[in-house]
């Protein structure tokens, strides 16, 4: 068994990969965490790897995702926690930790807490809503053994200063990436998971879901006396 698997997700963005590996492997003390295996799951054909890191990282590529397709980080994070753990009842790794493209997301998990949380719901298209869902989850199913530490969009349960969790540099600041957030499909796609969002948590809470309050700047009252369960199940398609 693995003490730790890192999975490090990536679309094209090279010198963001490397950047981030460069911080990994030359930044980061292991030392204390013997048995921690890197993994990057690569979701484009334009890839590039820096020859120090060759046969340091495992890479899983996504060879029947066609490269416009701009994707779904449930999936690959869902892909991650099947990866890492294979069995949440034997499991092959003692924690599973993810970062997302931008390089500001990390979630790091136990199996007993995926038994309680779930997999991610794979409806939900864009960051915002896809973190929510899974956070209010985290908040309802295992409120004094989970911690989100979400500053930048005040999403904090158990936070603890020790364990910064968001990069001060924003990553998705450059032309390429702003035109892609700036268009109709952009616009179509956020429009129609804050839908699937609304009728998934539609009245199980005194106040209904909204931007503010429950996708973001969550107040006390929302984390002292939580929404009641979904009655609508998550969607994974493996």
Not at 111 to 116: D, F, I, L, Q, W
Not at 209 to 217: D, F, I, K, S, V
Request: some cysteine; glycine content about 4%.
């Amino acid at each position: 068994m693995k003490n730790m698997k890192i999975y490090i997700v990536t679309y094209r963005r090279a010198d963001i990969l490397n950047k981030t590996l460069d911080t990994l492997f030359n930044k980061t003390d292991f030392t204390s965490i013997p048995d921690t295996e890197v993994n990057i799951i690569n979701n484009h054909t334009e890839f590039r790897l820096n020859d120090e890191f060759v046969g340091k990282v495992n890479v899983i590529h996504n060879n029947t995702r066609p490269d416009w397709d701009t994707g779904n980080l449930a999936r690959n994070w869902n892909e991650a926690l099947l990866h890492g753990f294979k069995d949440l009842c034997n499991p092959d790794a003692k924690i599973v930790v993810v970062t997302g493209r931008l390089g500001d997301n990390i979630v790091s998990y136990r199996p007993e807490a995926v038994k309680k949380i779930g997999m991610w719901d794979e409806r939900f298209l864009t960051p915002g809503n896809k973190e929510a869902d899974y956070y209010i989850r985290a908040l309802i199913y295992n409120k004094e053994k989970s911690m989100i530490g979400d500053f930048v969009h005040k999403r904090l349960l158990n936070e603890h200063d020790a364990l910064p969790l968001d990069t001060p540099e924003y990553q998705g600041g450059n032309a390429d990436w702003l035109e892609i957030k700036s268009n109709d499909l952009w616009d179509e796609a956020w429009y129609h998971t804050t839908q699937i969002f609304y009728w998934k948590w539609k009245d199980t809470w005194k106040e209904q879901p909204a931007y503010t309050g429950w996708l973001t700047n969550w107040s006390k009252d929302f984390v002292d006396n939580p929404p009641a369960p979904p009655k609508v199940p998550n969607f994974v398609q493996y």
